[in-house]
């Protein structure tokens, strides 16, 4: 529960405590005194929108504390210590919420930086927060569905959850399997072109390397005659033409004779011997060039067929290269990466029937699940508007009748097949009536805090509740002998929650175990700033604040005796 709020420069309040205990807490003051800021204090330690509006003004920023008390295996303290925070030195954990005037918001979490969220988190571990908005939503299905689950207890909003996932899987396999069908023909279409390139590389058979190597023997097939011209020229300098007795000797044998004279000569210096060996190496280059000219001329042939089947299958391969990349290699690296993808393109079938397939299972796990949905919603619901009614019994409608109705479809939906709706009789013999279209705003504020109740401490509830409730002026439109009882379902339901009620109903501030007031005040003068404050009232001061509440005077001597008793009637004098 919560043990102490701090609020600094929020609205009106540029400082406020409040020290906040076990049992039914009211909250009073006159109108614009400033009870919605301490309401929005809260709102803001459990993760609500930051507005810099809000940021009184002059102020840099806003600040809302909070220390809250929690069992040490409850979820939420979980929750915070993985969010890195530490519990006080009691175990007790501090929230942290800023809010600078130009916007931006700072949330902390036992003494951590943390995301917002993280306060969000923690609040549906912490509070139960009820307001006048909340009396228009339990007109709406959806939240007459939502206590019925909530009555049901864990395991049946367990199995819901379970539903919800399964509903969500079920609709991804359902938009996966519209997109693999509308992209079939395409998918088609992919399939035959990739199809129809592999068959005509197939068709071709390509070898790697293969364009260049055929691009350079046809170059030298088509200059045969000019190869071997050269060829033999370079020769016949090297070791002289075939003629020898008319020509002069070639370098090979000119380098020789040189290497005879240097070697002669050798003996007599060293350095001279050097150049003779080195004389001798080229020797043996030019011999090795000379018998490798004369095997290319030997082997090169000028061979017009092999020249015409070349340049044919260089054009045979044209096509393929042209449309691949340019290269033999590149036609290769093509083949491959579309062999995947036609091995995908092709696999798409088959996934498209495993989605199918799994799209049928789903819908069979979905229809399972919301057929014991109905039974636990069925159960719930008739007990739930068995509580209810006697609830109401006792908030000054004692004929009044909750019907709560599910009805069932074939259909499936998001949350099961049924449809919930809450139905009142008002009084005997009135037709029931949805809570949509008959109910008054009084009515409904005590339908409201009868489902709290008995969601709480109703028999047969397996409803799992925060330990703390917040209600803010739900009492609005209620008042007599009705405002009195819904002081004591208030005080009813804080025998087992921490409860606070922001009320202009002085019977149901008289039902509290503390009262605080929230009081305001102005400076004079043409810079008359209000500014609020709140405190704990108890004896006579606390008279003295009912008595306003009933009459609007706090020293009207029959206030003051009709305040008085209240509180004896509520049991909580002082």
Do not use: N
């Not at 614009?32 to 803001?44: E, N, Y």
């Not at 949330?107 to 307001?131: F, I, K, M, N, W």
């Not at 290269?321 to 590149?330: M, P, S, V």
């Not at 809570?435 to 009084?442: D, V």
């Amino acid at each position: 529960m919560f043990e102490e709020i701090r609020i600094r420069d929020l609205g009106v309040i540029s400082s406020a405590e409040l020290t906040l205990d076990a049992g039914l807490t009211v909250i009073t003051g006159e109108t614009g005194a400033g009870k919605t800021m301490v309401l929005s204090g809260l709102s803001l330690l459990l993760g609500g929108r930051a507005d810099a509006a809000r940021v009184r003004a002059g102020a840099a920023q806003a600040e809302a504390e909070g220390r809250v008390r929690l069992p040490a295996d409850s979820a939420a303290i979980a929750r915070a210590i993985d969010a890195g925070a530490e519990l006080d030195e009691d175990g007790s954990l501090l929230l942290l919420r800023t809010v600078a005037a130009e916007g931006r918001s700072r949330a902390y979490c036992g003494g951590r930086s943390v995301p917002q969220a993280v306060l969000a988190d923690l609040a549906t571990e912490l509070v139960t927060v009820h307001g006048q908005a909340d009396q228009v939503r339990l007109r709406s299905p959806q939240r007459q569905r939502e206590a019925v689950d909530e009555f049901a207890g864990t395991e049946h909003k367990g199995l819901v959850d379970r539903y919800r996932a399964t509903w969500a899987e079920h609709a991804s396999v359902v938009t996966e399997i519209e997109t693999r069908r509308a992209s079939a023909q395409e998918r088609a279409h992919e399939a035959e072109t990739l199809r129809l390139g592999l068959a005509e590389i197939e068709r071709v058979a390509p070898q790697r390397g293969e364009d260049l190597d055929l691009a350079a023997e046809i170059e030298r097939l088509a200059h045969a005659e000019d190869l071997r011209a050269a060829a033999s020229l370079a020769h016949s300098a090297l070791v002289g033409p075939d003629d020898v007795a008319a020509a002069e000797p070639g370098a090979a044998a000119l380098i020789d004779e040189g290497r005879r004279v240097l070697e002669h000569s050798a003996p007599h210096d060293q350095v001279l011997g050097e150049l003779a060996v080195r004389m001798a190496e080229i020797g043996y280059l030019a011999a090795d060039l000379a018998a490798e000219l004369s095997g290319y001329v030997q082997d090169l042939d000028a061979d017009p067929v092999r020249l015409d089947s070349a340049q044919r299958r260089l054009a045979e391969l044209g096509p393929i290269t042209r449309a691949h990349g340019g290269t033999i290699d590149e036609v290769f690296t093509w083949a491959e990466e579309s062999g995947r993808r036609l091995v995908e393109l092709e696999r798409g079938s088959d996934q498209l029937e495993h989605a199918e397939a799994r799209r049928a299972a789903l819908h069979g796990e979905l229809g399972s699940m919301a057929d014991r949905i109905t039974v636990g919603r069925r159960t719930a619901a008739e007990t739930l508007a068995a509580a209810v009614t006697a609830e109401l019994a006792g908030l000054a409608m004692p004929h009044a009748h909750l019907l709560v109705e599910v009805d069932s479809s074939s259909e499936l939906g998001p949350w099961g097949r049924d449809s919930v709706e809450m139905l009142l009789s008002p009084h005997a013999g009135a037709a029931p009536q949805s809570l949509g279209k008959g109910a008054s705003g009084g009515e409904l504020s005590r339908i409201m805090l009868a489902i709290e109740v008995a969601l709480a401490t109703g028999e047969g509830t397996g409803a799992s509740r925060p330990p703390t409730f917040v209600f803010d002026e739900v009492d609005a439109g209620v008042g007599g002998r009705a405002a009195i009882e819904v002081g004591r379902r208030l005080a009813e339901l804080a025998r087992s929650a921490q409860v606070i009620v922001v009320t202009h109903l002085a019977q149901v501030a008289a039902c509290a175990d503390h009262h605080l007031v929230v009081t305001k005040s102005s400076v004079a003068g043409a810079d008359a700033v209000t500014d609020s404050d709140v405190r704990e009232v108890t004896g006579d001061e606390r008279l003295t604040e009912i008595a306003r509440m009933l009459s609007g005077h706090d020293d009207s001597a029959t206030a003051r005796s009709h305040a008085a008793e209240l509180l004896a009637a509520s049991g909580m004098a002082r």
